[in-house]
């Protein structure tokens, strides 16, 4: 075991009250695992860890604990706090290595999962615990989602979900790759080939777009495209990401490993509008990627793209809005540019099925435990939210996940 892991880990109070458990969405019980890590129980610290949260290797690495278990750690108000990321993902990385589950009976019940993404993964995890046969449909040729076509491998390593598909496949779940539900199969078919419930776990692929002049041409590109497989892009040595959020600090820092040496991000609001993580905008900073903002696109060219300086006026609701100033349009030149304004989801399911209502952003319509308006069909993760975190996705999945077993059991009753 590495020693500062150790040395940390002997640093956790060990609070009777512990400020981490109640500052993680999901509850995580940092100080038991610590406890059970120092006692040397490694395997069951590891196994209390996956059970309240099956990705917890993956929150390891890409969860906002800044803002969340090390944010609330009492150590942090007058000092440093315990680095509970690192000791976590020691913890859950040994255990995923031995994790040997018994694998589901399926008397519960036949559930279909459309998706792999957080919410699919956690809720096939969660059912095939309770003995149902859980069937996963991914429109990819591997699973993960966001998870492995949005993050990048330098945030999260792809063996890491490759390990998680293994695991579930151990669980007894079933997944069947490249199968886009709501083209040549609709969730009607799986209804009638005996499915007792569905959950739709899509997520958001559908880019954001400017609606400006040019976005049609050659060297532009949508981010969410471009983290599928960024070996692909012939970017040239200089882009420009119009965005200032997590997606497109992901983007601008690929490129660079991707041989990009003059990649600026440009923002249409004043420091106030980026929203990326602070720690992750230090990390574009040290990559050599500049920050602009205030600069609002007005027209994208084969030379470059035209901004124009912003004034900030206050919308109906007090929030800040840029509004460009006329006469102050100039071409920043660059040879790529990516859009990095988030994403909405697809209607290829909702389209081909009737009874399933959806919100004017096109986002799917559900009860706080992901019941949709069709009886039997529920959906979760982003595809209902909007673009979140990794763990903001298991915190709803685990109770859609307790929802879809009560509503499986009493249609069988």
């Known amino acids: 075991m590495s020693k500062h892991i150790i ?5 956790c109070l060990q609070c009777k009250n512990p400020q981490c458990a109640q500052g993680c969405p999901i509850g995580t019980p940092v100080r038991d695992a610590i406890a059970l890590l120092l006692g040397g129980s490694l395997e069951q610290a590891g196994a209390l860890l996956f059970a309240n949260n099956p990705l917890s290797l993956v929150c390891s690495h890409v969860c906002h604990q ?12 007058k000092g440093m706090p315990v680095f509970i990321s690192a000791i976590e993902k020691y913890i859950s990385d040994f255990y995923l290595n031995i994790y040997r589950p018994t694998p589901s009976t399926g ?19 969660y059912l095939a615990q309770r003995n149902y046969a859980v069937t996963i449909y991914e429109s990819h040729d591997r ?43 609709i969730i009607d078919d799986l209804f009638r080939d005996g499915f ?21 041409l050659g060297h532009v590109h949508y981010a969410i495209d471009y983290l599928k497989n960024p070996g692909v892009y012939r970017l040239g040595q200089r882009l420009i990401v119009i965005g200032a959020g997590n997606v497109a600090v992901d983007v601008a820092r690929t490129a660079v490993r991707h041989g990009c040496r003059g990649v600026r991000l440009f923002c249409h609001l004043d420091a106030s509008g980026v929203t990326a993580r602070p720690h992750e905008m230090e990390y574009a900073k040290i990559d050599g990627i500049t920050l602009v903002l205030r600069k609002a696109p007005i027209e994208i060219t084969e030379e470059g793209v035209v901004f124009a300086d912003t004034e900030l006026q206050a919308d109906g ?6 509004v460009p100033i006329p006469g102050t349009e100039a071409l920043e030149p660059c040879s790529s540019v990516i859009i990095a304004i988030s994403q909405g989801p697809r209607s290829v399911i909702v389209s081909s099925t009737t009874g399933i209502d959806v919100k004017e952003n096109g986002l799917v319509a559900v009860d706080t435990c992901g019941h949709t308006t069709r009886p039997g069909v529920f959906a979760g993760g982003d595809v209902v939210t909007g673009a979140k975190t990794v763990v903001e996705a298991v915190q709803v999945s685990r109770r859609v996940a307790a929802a879809i077993d009560e509503y499986v059991q009493e249609t069988k009753a």
């Open 7 to 11: 040395d940390d880990a002997k640093r």
């Open 66 to 77: 800044e803002n969340q278990c090390e944010g609330h750690c009492v150590l942090g108000r």
């Open 107 to 125: 008397e519960a019940g036949r559930v279909a999962i459309i998706g792999s993404g957080p919410a699919g993964i956690t809720i096939a995890f």
């Open 143 to 185: 699973i993960g989602g966001v998870l492995r076509y949005g993050i990048p491998e330098f945030r999260l390593p792809k063996t890491v979900i490759d390990r998680l598909g293994e695991a579930l496949l151990q669980t007894g779940v079933t997944i069947r790759p490249n199968t886009t539900i709501g083209m040549n199969l």
């Open 196 to 216: 007792d419930a569905v959950f739709m776990g899509t997520g958001v692929w559908r880019p954001n777009r400017l609606n400006i002049k040019g976005e049609s």
């Open 317 to 322: 609701e007090g929030n800040p809005r840029a």
